[in-house]
């Protein structure tokens, strides 16, 4: 059964292939804000999952002639901070605002997730779910931020930090699972995946293929 991850993000293939799978990477090009435009009242956690499975979904669409029995993953983040649901900031000064409204607060970093299975090329079953973990931001200094804005990667991240990279050094601590903030919860996507009939160990390369 091939594994195959609606998302372009990095840490998330990282993270299931440290967890022993070998996924194929094919990205959705989602519309984000006009699907979360189309649905203002639904809950933080609620709103990350339909972006999840908008993502899997058109992902699923693409890849059933080629891989008709696959299981598609799709995943969104989004940090909750202070009321506030945020995505990627795209720009420096995006960044820079985000960093000065959360250091030294706490926000949750949410994590929507789908899965598809497909059977002769249709989906055959779904399941979905939000997972959220809080994290502690630490204050970092004015030169300090500066530098991190400096290297780009709160640009591209939802949150405008990372847990498993140079954010890592502006993170106090967790509260919940650490995979759900690098973008891909393994106990959730774990129960996901006994909800459509699969158990992750279907998903592991021979452990003579694994790096």
């Avoid at 519309?31 to 972006?51: F, M, N, Q, S």
């Avoid at 290297?151 to 106090?172: C, K, Q, R, S």
């Avoid at 973008?183 to 279907?202: A, K, T």
Wanted: proline share 5%; with cysteine; charged share 25%.
């Amino acid at each position: 059964m091939r594994l195959v991850l609606a998302s372009a993000s990095p840490a998330r293939l990282a993270v299931l292939r440290a967890a022993g799978t070998d996924p194929l990477v094919e990205v959705a090009g989602v519309d984000e804000d006009a699907l979360l435009a189309a649905y203002p009242d639904e809950t933080p956690g609620r709103k990350v999952t339909l972006l999840a499975e908008a993502k899997a979904t058109a992902v699923a669409e693409r890849i059933a002639g080629e891989h008709p029995d696959a299981l598609v993953v799709g995943c969104d983040s989004m940090l909750l901070v202070g009321g506030e649901l945020v995505g990627k900031p795209g720009d420096a000064g995006t960044a820079r605002r985000r960093w000065q409204e959360m250091a030294g607060k706490t926000g949750e970093l949410l994590t929507g997730h789908a899965v598809l299975r497909l059977a002769g090329g249709t989906v055959a079953d779904r399941a979905t779910g939000d997972a959220a973990t809080a994290v502690r931001f630490a204050e970092p200094t004015a030169e300090e931020l500066e530098a991190y804005l400096g290297t780009g990667e709160p640009l591209h991240v939802a949150g405008a930090f990372t847990l498993d990279g140079i954010g890592g050094w502006f993170v106090e601590g967790i509260d919940g699972d650490p995979s759900n903030v690098i973008g891909i919860s393994l106990p959730l996507l774990r129960r996901l995946l006994g909800e459509v009939g699969v158990s992750p160990v279907e998903l592991w390369r021979d452990q003579g293929d694994r790096r």
